[in-house]
């Protein structure tokens, strides 16, 4: 690509160049910390506070608006069905894909090229794009099953919401896992084996160490995308057993109806900040897997 | 020179393209129908178009 | 497709691409069968079955809860055609989608390149800011932007009435005619930080050198941002391009939903929206599932098309 190129003064120009790009990315990094900071401060105010201009300092700490959240609002109830259903979730996801990409990328056997492609199509498929069959299905299951349990299985199950976001990130993991487990070189299982280790022990005791970054990745990603969801939680959990984020929705709601900002900004921060936390703790490893996986759901 | 200012051309040409459709995407979306999507698409294809004249080279 | 790798542990030399096995052992197709099936039948229940299902069930008109189910052919697609709002959310969605990715993609190249060619001090901590949108839940930013286009109390409003600039001030959530643009700034806001940080690291590194030996030339730094930085992040830039199609529309639909319901009156609905209404609201599950293959087939034929257009020989450095 040309582009027109006129001699310059070459001391003076990156100096103001570099001034603007200071400018620049300071000007992009407080537009983004300003709001998120704002909603902190702001869940402290009391209700007389959040008329008038919004730049105003809280006049005290107002923690009702945490008790509200937490009891009132149920917020403290929804914060563990989240953790809950992440944390199967992962579960559920790391003991289906590890096995699963540790043999595609090891072993021969027919169908394997059929059955990388199927997943690596299921990259593309995105989750709110296939909710409403799921949730279709779902029903279906439970309508099957009435004479059983009538009070249904499938719908406002913790345990079948996490199983579904396990599901649905089975390509991504197996494609990051599966690229890893390959770059390791043979030699280790080969000992291994001679060592007279069986195949269940080579890949749980001498590979799943080796390849702990990538698994890290994996929990980090998946983790985020599950904590965050809320699409499918609000379709597959439609009863009381909320997750965190269908339960700030409802906040939102009531707020524009009652103009109820304290308790509203006060849900914001308990959701907001377990993720801030652990991403200050590992947000170095996060970068890094970023750049390995290098696709965004 | 010639080549120079060609190259020129060619660039802000591409540029101008590209501003053009994102403006047309921009401008058709405000009257709801089929005409108007149809517009909006072919500006979407005129885009990926500029960006495969730039790529052309580099294949 | 596959951008770089991790790196595997650095105490080994060993060649990278070992996957054969030399020898077969006994017992191997037992061994594979139980590694493979539960993540195969998880995959296949809840995501080619669903899959399927779009396509089957727009076919089909479906109240949902009752067993009735009837085949009605192309009826679905047809009266697609004379349903104004499927029109008009799916002119939101193109606009959506041309509008967020030009932005977004466009600076966050843009400064990526700068942040990583002017090696500014403290790039680590903006590092950690921008990407700071991408790990809140969209619930969060949509309530955040909500809180900002608020239209007494917000920040936006309340900043221009304290500037004296009244006259500017909207019902950013409301008007009808500003109200996508509106979510297409949250958009870029959350996703911005995260390609410039995907670029920043994949143009890091990129060979000092390089700069050095062309700037010895005097080539300018806009010369050498498309004729050194732009072809060695080519792979990525094109992954990342193809899937953002995919990411933009569905992160269109979740702020959408959590921020506006489409709303004032269905001009900020988009696609997927849509679908979900018809399918929740309105209870006609085969006309939203025919929505579904719409989108299905819109944003296949996009990425695809894209993958085409920035198709290259990988170039090594």
């Known amino acids: 690509m040309t582009t027109i190129t006129t001699p310059r003064n070459r001391g003076d120009r990156p100096k103001a160049g570099r001034v603007l790009t200071y400018l620049l990315v300071i000007a992009i ?269 | 020179m010639k080549e120079f200012t060609r190259g020129a051309l060619v660039v802000t040409a591409r540029t101008l393209v590209a501003a053009v459709c994102v403006a047309v995407v921009v401008i058709a979306r405000t009257t709801v129908g089929w005409g108007s999507l149809a517009i909006m698409l072919c500006a979407l294809l005129v885009l990926l178009v500029v960006l495969a004249s730039y790529n052309r080279r580099f294949r | 497709m596959a951008t770089t790798t991790s790196t595997p542990p650095s105490d080994i030399s060993a060649p990278a691409r070992p996957a054969r096995r030399s020898a077969r052992r006994r017992g191997d197709g037992r061994f594979v069968l139980a590694c493979l099936l539960p993540a195969l039948v998880l995959f296949v229940l809840f995501m080619v079955v669903p899959t399927v299902n779009v396509f089957r069930m727009s076919f089909y008109t479906w109240s949902g809860f009752s067993p009735d189910m009837r085949f009605v052919g192309f009826d679905n697609f047809t009266r697609l055609f004379e349903d104004a709002q499927f029109v008009r959310a799916f002119q939101n969605t193109v606009a959506l989608l041309v509008v967020v990715t030009v932005v977004t993609m466009g600076m966050g190249l843009f400064l990526a390149a700068i942040m990583t060619r002017q090696r500014l001090r403290g790039r680590n901590f903006y590092r950690f800011v921008l990407y700071v949108p991408n790990v809140l839940s969209v619930v969060v930013i949509a309530a955040i932007f909500s809180a900002i286009y608020d239209q007494q109390n917000g920040l936006l409003n309340g900043t221009l009435r304290l500037l004296s600039l009244d006259g500017l001030q909207q019902v950013w959530l409301g008007n009808q005619e500003i109200v996508l643009w509106s979510v297409a700034i949250a958009m870029v806001w959350q996703s911005l930080g995260y390609y410039m940080v995907l670029y920043m690291s994949s143009m890091a590194s990129i060979p000092e050198e390089l700069y050095e030996a062309s700037g010895l030339d005097g080539a300018s730094p806009t010369r050498q941002f498309f004729s050194i930085t732009l072809p060695l992040i080519w792979q990525n830039l094109r992954t990342t391009l193809t899937f953002f199609v995919m990411s933009a529309v569905n992160l269109s639909f979740v702020l959408v939903r959590a921020m506006t319901g489409g709303g004032p009156d269905g001009s900020s609905e988009v696609l997927l929206s849509y679908m979900y209404k018809q399918a929740y609201t309105n209870s006609s599950y085969g006309y939203g599932m025919a929505i579904g293959v719409v989108i299905f087939a819109f944003s296949f034929l996009v990425s695809l098309l894209v993958s085409r257009a920035t198709r290259r020989e990988p170039l090594q450095f």
């Open chain 1, 29 to 297: 990094a407080l537009a983004i910390a300003v709001p998120v900071a704002w909603v902190l401060l702001a869940s402290l105010k009391q209700k007389g506070e959040f008329y008038g201009s919004p730049w105003t300092l809280p006049e005290g700490l107002h923690l009702q608006n945490y008790i509200d959240a937490f009891v009132t609002a149920r917020m403290g109830q929804y914060f563990f069905t989240s953790v809950l259903v992440t944390l199967l979730g992962l579960v559920f996801v790391l003991a289906v894909s590890v096995p699963a990409a540790y043999v595609i990328a090891r072993y021969e056997f027919r169908g394997r090229a059929f059955i990388e492609v199927a997943l690596l199509a299921g990259l593309f498929v995105n989750v709110n794009y296939i909710v409403v069959p799921i949730f279709l299905m779902l029903v279906g299951w439970d309508r099957a099953l009435v004479d059983v349990l009538p009070g249904g299985f499938f719908i406002d199950n913790p345990g079948v919401l996490s199983l579904v976001y396990a599901a649905t990130s089975i390509p991504f993991s197996i494609y990051l896992l599966t690229a890893y487990f390959r770059s390791i070189p043979t030699s280790y299982e080969e000992a291994a084996a001679l060592d007279g280790a069986s195949r269940f022990q080579i890949m749980t005791r001498v590979m799943l160490p080796i390849a702990r970054p990538a698994v890290v990745t994996v929990i980090l990603f998946n983790f985020l995308a599950y904590w965050n969801d809320f699409i499918i939680a609000l379709t597959l959990l439609p009863g009381e057993g909320k997750t965190l984020q269908v339960g700030l929705l409802n906040l939102m709601t009531a707020q524009k109806a009652a103009a109820d900002y304290g308790r509203l900004y006060a849900g914001m921060v308990i959701v907001i900040v377990p993720v801030l936390i652990l991403y200050a703790l590992i947000q170095r490893r996060l970068i890094e897997g970023m750049s390995s996986g290098g696709v965004k759901g």
